[in-house]
């Protein structure tokens, strides 16, 4: 019976995702994956995955389901209270913030998607549509409909900058340090889910609201 080609695949994702954490995707060459994941065999990860965004894609289609599930709880939860936009703004937060706290492979993803925000040809929704996350998108919609006293174009504004705000800070949580780690992870959790939310529900000046 010949061998089965996962355990070397599962391998090579391993690497990768400890890599582009560490080092950032740019900076990552396929050779030196290779080489981390022990795979001696130099076609390996053309045989597997093509190219490095073949690579990267079959990670995050690895790594995304239990954020997107995760994602799918927590606007069930925001939609079962109707007058609740804190609840809304945990669904954007509170996935990554929770990973930034857990295991050694769970922050390395924080860090991975950190890294993918902040290159500009890719948004953080772009990222979540590639594995058919339409929660994020769901949530905008429900914002919206929920922040009256503020304009639709500043709030999507608003969305899209403090997604990259709060992303970029639960990456400096996942990567560690003592100025990372004043709060306890709930305390850090809960503090991030609030500093999105004051940030998207306050009023526009006049200028900005006509």
């Known amino acids: 019976m010949p061998r089965s080609p996962e355990p070397a695949r599962q391998q090579i994702l391993d690497a990768a995702l400890r890599l582009f954490a ?3 995707i740019a900076a990552v060459s396929m ?7 022990n795979q001696r065999n130099a076609g390996a990860l053309q045989y597997h995955f093509g190219t490095k965004d073949g690579l990267l894609r ?8 239990p954020v997107i599930e995760r994602r799918r709880v927590l606007l069930a939860e925001a939609m079962s209270r109707p007058e609740d936009t ?12 929770e990973l930034a706290t857990g295991t050694a492979h769970e922050r390395s993803l924080v860090l991975l998607l950190s890294d993918l925000h902040n290159d500009v040809s890719l948004s953080l929704y772009q990222i979540m549509d590639l594995v058919g996350d339409t929660a994020a998108n769901d ?23 403090a997604n990259s705000i709060y992303l970029n800070a639960a990456a400096l949580r996942a990567r560690g340090g003592a100025r990372e780690r004043r709060l306890d992870d709930r305390a850090f959790q809960e503090n991030l889910v609030d500093m999105f939310h004051g940030a998207i529900i306050v009023p526009a000046k006049t200028g900005l609201a006509s």
């Open 31 to 37: 050779r030196e994956i290779r080489i981390e994941a």
């Open 58 to 65: 079959a990670l995050l289609e690895r790594e995304l389901p």
């Open 86 to 97: 804190r609840a809304v703004a945990a669904v954007f937060v509170l996935p990554f913030a």
């Open 139 to 161: 949530a905008a919609m429900l914002l919206r409909a929920r922040i009256q006293h503020v304009p639709i174009a500043i709030l999507d504004e608003r969305l899209v900058v």
């Open 22 to 24: 560490g080092r950032g």
